[in-house]
């Protein structure tokens, strides 16, 4: 079935760093959707994209609907601990009557 | 607050004993969604309801059944439970198909 692959897996990081990771799919998508989970909770929506090519920015975090909307990127700038958990990519899956499919996450580290 | 409220939140139960999880949302979104998270595998989706009186299969709805008498209120029921269904389960919400979901804190499920 359909799958977005996200990348790195997980990554650890100093505080202050700026953190980038991207999620890719095999068929376009319309709508782009970064989601961030903290341990014990359910996930909390960051940021949503709906046109190819754009950025949106919610504080520190920016991310962008690729070009060829296959494709997404989340950055992270000046990260602090806080941004500790696992990053979720997911959209509308193709012929799915709008529900979600999720990429596996990223899970991000920070060292103080 | 306006949001989802699970119920329960953790859960130990015996194999082969029927069990209802709960959800309930304030928001009065038409959609609401079942997924189970699992390490290594994300967030997958069990069963969806676009709209009150209206439920429909995800990806792994085997062993699983939803109703949806109201628009507030998605039960999931495990009709006898097996090992495998342990999980975490998440319920979540949206306006309509096609837009971000709103997820709730989830229910760590056991089935000894």
């Known amino acids: 079935g359909q799958q977005l692959n996200q990348s790195p897996q997980s990554m650890f990081i100093q505080e202050g760093e700026d953190v980038s990771m991207n999620c890719t799919s095999s068929?376009?998508?319309?709508?782009w959707l970064w989601y961030k989970q903290d341990p014990g909770e359910g996930p909390v929506l960051l940021i949503a994209?709906?046109?190819?090519?754009e950025l949106t920015s919610n504080g520190r975090l920016t991310a962008q609907f690729g070009i060829t909307r296959k494709d997404s990127f989340l950055n992270i700038s000046a990260s602090i601990p806080s941004d500790v958990g696992i990053y979720f990519c997911?959209?509308?899956?193709?012929?799915?009557?709008?529900?979600?499919?999720f990429g596996k996450g990223t899970k991000l580290s920070v060292k103080p | 607050i306006a949001g989802i409220t699970q119920a329960p939140t953790s859960q130990i139960l015996a194999a082969g004993r029927r069990m209802t999880l709960r959800c309930t949302q304030d928001?009065?979104?038409?959609?609401m969604y079942w997924y189970r998270q699992d390490l290594g595998l994300g967030l997958r989706l069990i069963h969806y309801?676009?709209?009150?009186?209206?439920?429909g299969k995800g990806e792994v709805p085997d062993g699983y059944s939803v109703s949806r008498a109201n628009t507030d209120d998605f039960p999931l029921t495990l009709a006898s439970a097996v090992p495998s269904q342990t999980s975490v389960y998440f319920c979540?919400?949206?306006?309509?198909?096609?837009?971000?979901?709103?997820f709730g804190d989830g229910t760590r499920l056991s089935i000894l």
């Open positions: 979540a919400s949206s306006p309509g198909p096609y837009q971000p979901q709103h």
């Open positions: 068929s376009i998508f319309n709508t």
């Open positions: 994209l709906y046109k190819a090519g």
């Open positions: 997911a959209g509308p899956a193709p012929g799915s009557q709008g529900n979600l499919i």
């Open positions: 928001m009065r979104h038409n959609a």
């Open positions: 309801s676009n709209t009150a009186g209206t439920t």
